[in-house]
């Protein structure tokens, strides 16, 4: 069945244009909500956060009143990361937890991801059930007046995630001596990433941390840091930390200022652990984009790379299913199940940090397992047709494999939240990467134009 609303990471959109709209986020209020009022005879609940994009006072208030119209009490808990969301549906005994944000997206775009009472992103199976619903709202039967849900703040919210964050942690180390730049990207964790870091005694310098509704991942946060990197030289920092706009997303930056990717932070706390006898399933579980370089590494270590779907919920399906506890993309998405349900930019972070510790050496030689193989990541936008069904690209896209054969890979494949064809190779030499990669773009544009 094609989906309608919900792409690989719920729904998205440009703010007060469809389907980002109060209407809608009335009509999924009162559809998830129907979904999950029926688990029991008791009160039920929906925990709702939001990052900081301004967009997030319309769809906030219009979720609340579709979960109440349906008999849903609301607990609103205000700008908090991603994984705060999931983690107080759990420890609340929530029946659904919602984020609104975008990730990494421009303030201009929001959107509305769901959490089951686990914790865990919904299925496929679900969310296309709920969308059934969101076209028929207006046949979904409504609470009586008597049944009607509430609102109220959960004041302490903020303190919860902060202690969950800092549990991670281990008991016996603390972050005395380490100066620590962390970019907060002006979104939901711009209060408690910097508050974390300092409790665990590091010397914390905040950037990204005054949200005004607009500037959330402008020009700073895990997809644009070159200020955090200039800061980290100009402070003589050991390290930069940056998270996205809803914080599920980490990139980090050594003490000169270059930056270490998610493939390379998953390389070093898989080694980490497994030598600690903490990995489990013999390996991680990563995305395609993965380089090849972490699968050669992951090799020579004994270990294994299983490759699933861009998109965290296909990386945590199967962990779940195949008894992984570590997870992740390229792109700094991280999931490690002994401690969230999804992914988390600071308790990975953490986690580093704790390597770090143990070490005691510089960042720049500590996370540097290994040499990635030259990847080249390029983005068309389209506006009409699909551009990879022309049989022009079919064949560039045939005669770039046949060049890099067991030298190097391919993946084109269309976003699941934007309307651009990403075109990504990667291989031991650069220049035919550089090569395939641009034959196949201008076939693409020409097919898209």
């Known amino acids: ?39 029991g005879n008791f009160r039920h609940r929906v925990v709702i956060g939001k990052d900081t994009r301004l967009s997030g006072y ?46 990494h997206n421009a303030f201009e775009d929001n959107g509305i991801k769901l959490f089951g009472p686990d914790g865990y992103k919904l299925s496929d199976a679900v969310e296309l059930a709920i969308e059934k619903d969101i076209d028929q709202s207006e046949m979904l039967e409504l609470a009586s007046p ?3 849900g509430r609102a109220t703040r959960l004041d302490d919210a903020r303190g919860r995630y902060i202690e969950f964050a800092k549990s991670s942690f281990p008991r016996r180390q603390l972050l005395k001596g380490l100066k620590i730049v962390v970019d907060c990207a002006n979104g939901a964790a711009y209060k408690v990433a910097p508050t974390v870091l300092w409790e665990l005694e590091a010397d914390v310098i905040a950037m990204g941390n005054k949200p005004d509704g607009f500037n959330i991942n402008e020009g700073c946060g895990s997809t644009a ?24 997303r980490l990139i980090m930056c050594d003490e000169k200022g270059d930056i270490i990717d998610g493939d390379q932070l998953m390389a070093l706390i898989a080694a980490s652990w497994a030598e600690r006898g903490q990995l489990k399933g013999g390996g991680l579980v990563a995305t395609v984009m993965s380089n090849m370089g972490l699968e ?27 008894g992984f ?8 998405h991280m999931v490690m199940s002994d401690f969230a349900t999804t992914g988390d930019g600071l308790i990975a972070a953490l986690q580093v940090l704790s390597v770090i510790r143990d070490e005691n050496r510089p960042v720049s030689e500590i996370c540097r397992s290994f040499e990635p193989y030259p990847q080249i990541l390029k983005n068309v936008r389209y506006s009409a047709s699909d551009p990879l069904e022309a049989d022009r690209v079919k ?42 990669v641009d034959d196949i773009v201008d076939e693409v544009n020409r097919v898209a134009s």
């Open 1 to 39: 069945m094609t989906r309608k609303y919900f792409g690989t990471d719920g729904i998205r959109g440009t703010a007060n244009q469809d389907p980002m709209t109060a209407e809608i986020a009335l009509k999924v209020g009162k559809a998830a909500g129907k979904k999950f009022a029926g688990r």
């Open 58 to 103: 319309m769809i906030e208030p219009a979720l609340t009143a579709g979960f109440i119209s349906v008999g849903m009490d609301v607990v609103l808990v205000g700008p908090l990361p991603t994984p705060a969301i999931a983690m107080l549906t759990r420890s609340l005994r929530a029946d659904l937890g919602v984020m609104i944000s975008a990730s």
């Open 146 to 148: 008597k049944l009607l």
């Open 225 to 248: 840091t070159e200020n955090m990197c200039k800061r980290v030289v100009e402070e003589g920092a050991d390290l930069g930390i940056a998270l996205d706009g809803d914080a599920d």
């Open 296 to 322: 050669k590494f992951l090799n020579s270590k004994g270990l294994n790379l299983v490759r699933t779907a861009v998109g965290d919920r296909y990386v945590v399906e199967h962990m779940r299913a195949h």
């Open 325 to 332: 506890n570590l997870g992740g993309e390229q792109s700094g």
């Open 395 to 436: 064949s560039a896209i045939a005669s770039g494999e046949k060049k890099l054969a067991s030298t190097g890979r391919l993946l084109i494949r269309k976003s699941g939240t934007e309307p651009l064809v990403r075109v990504m190779g990667e291989g031991e030499d650069l220049e035919l990467v550089n090569q395939v």
